[in-house]
T-cell receptor, first 113, second 116 residues
Framework: AQSVTQLGSHVSVSEGALVLLRCNYSSSVPPYLFWYVQYPNQGLQLLLKYTSAATLVKGINGFEAEFKKSETSFHLTKPSAHMSDAAEYFCASQMDSSYKLIFGSGTRLLVRP | SQTIHQWPATLVQPVGSPLSLECTVEGTSNPNLYWYRQAAGRGLQLLFYSVGIGQISSEVPQNLSASRPQDRQFILSSKKLLLSDSGFYLC???????????????FGEGSRLTVL
């Protein structure tokens, strides 16, 4: 069955430090992949998506993610963390044969001043 | 542009009472519609999805039900709430599959349900 694994339920970084949030998917066919951000008591907002075009995907707020088929990974990065980046981040996968998105369990990012 | 609305935003209900959460989408036709639940400290669990009026697929057995009486309206219901139904409920939509389909979901602002 298709699944998405996010390593680390909580990640803490200092302001200005590199942000790295990990996501691995299980699939025999490269799926569509997404990163979403959720601020407290709000819905999810799309950060970026991979749809089999460029393997390095740039999103909003300075985030980017790289699709690596050999590692079945789609890690999210940002060179320099800002306090406003503190939120929960979800990785999601979708096979093109299904409408449904499968979400990882989420990673809460804490940014220390 | 497309928008999605959910209501109520917050709800506190006693155990055994009924539930109705509503979701409407504007600016698109024949969307796929979804209900997700997010329990405290956990990820998103897909509860129901619909690809058309009256077409509902359930992902997990539970005492909740969903209905789609109109093209852009999706309702989540329960006849008798359980304590375990507490959580943050998110409605979402995406486009019907086609050549430009990329599958991304667009989410509402969520409805927080507390069952006491």
């Amino acid at each position: 069955a298709q699944s998405v694994t996010q390593l680390g339920s909580h990640v803490s970084v200092s302001e200005g430090a590199l942000v790295l949030l990990r996501c691995n998917y299980s699939s025999s066919v490269p799926p569509y992949l997404f990163w979403y951000v959720q601020y407290p008591n709000q819905g999810l907002q799309l950060l970026l998506k991979y749809t089999s075009a460029a393997t390095l995907v740039k999103g909003i707020n300075g985030f980017e993610a790289e699709f690596k088929k050999s590692e079945t990974s789609f890690h999210l990065t940002k060179p320099s963390a800002h306090m406003s980046d503190a939120a929960e981040y979800f990785c999601a996968s979708q096979m093109d044969s299904s409408y449904k998105l499968i979400f990882g369990s989420g990673t809460r990012l804490l940014v220390r001043p | 542009s497309q928008t999605i609305h959910q209501w109520p935003a917050t709800l506190v209900q006693p155990v055994g009472s009924p539930l109705s959460l509503e979701c409407t989408v504007e600016g698109t036709s024949n969307p796929n519609l979804y209900w997700y639940r997010q329990a405290a400290g956990r990820g998103l669990q897909l509860l129901f999805y619909s690809v058309g009026i009256g077409q509902i697929s359930s992902e997990v057995p539970q005492n909740l039900s969903a209905s789609r009486p109109q093209d852009r309206q999706f309702i989540l219901s329960s006849k008798k709430l359980l304590l375990s139904d507490s959580g943050f409920y998110l409605c979402a939509w995406n486009e019907l599959a086609g050549t430009a389909y990329t599958g991304e979901l667009f989410f509402g602002e969520g409805s927080r349900l507390t069952v006491l």
